[in-house]
């Protein structure tokens, strides 16, 4: 299994980034996907979820309206539409897919919001 994120940076707050994570070695198509992030000093957490056929999302409360989660299955590729940047959404943003009853992340892509 390999996830690779992408399209992280520097970003003014209120501006917007679109994260992408490119997925390999497992069938991408069946699988929910997960983005979460962490920012400095702090756990983990979820940002957003998909099924596997992206008919169904969720958000974590602080994300939802500003943040829209979207899958390729035909490019085997997970997005993040982050708008409307706050600071606070400044962190290093991974992308998650359980399989085969383990958790598998990529490295990860930061993203920093600040003037």
């Known amino acids: 299994v390999q996830l690779v994120e992408s399209g992280g940076g520097l970003v003014e707050p209120g501006g917007s980034l679109r994260l992408s994570c490119a997925a390999s070695?497992?069938?991408?198509?069946?699988?929910?996907m997960r983005w979460y992030r962490q920012a400095p000093g702090k756990e983990r957490e979820l940002v957003a979820g998909?099924?596997?056929?992206?008919?169904?999302?969720n958000y974590a409360d602080s994300m939802k309206g500003r943040f829209t989660i979207s899958r390729d299955n035909a490019k085997n590729t997970l997005y993040l539409q982050m708008n409307s940047l706050k600071p606070e959404d400044t962190a290093v943003y991974y992308c998650n897919v359980y399989f085969k009853e383990m958790d598998y992340w990529g490295k990860g892509t930061l993203v920093t919001v600040s003037s």
């Open positions: 998909i099924s596997s056929a992206g008919g169904s999302t």
């Open positions: 070695g497992f069938g991408f198509s069946i699988y929910p």
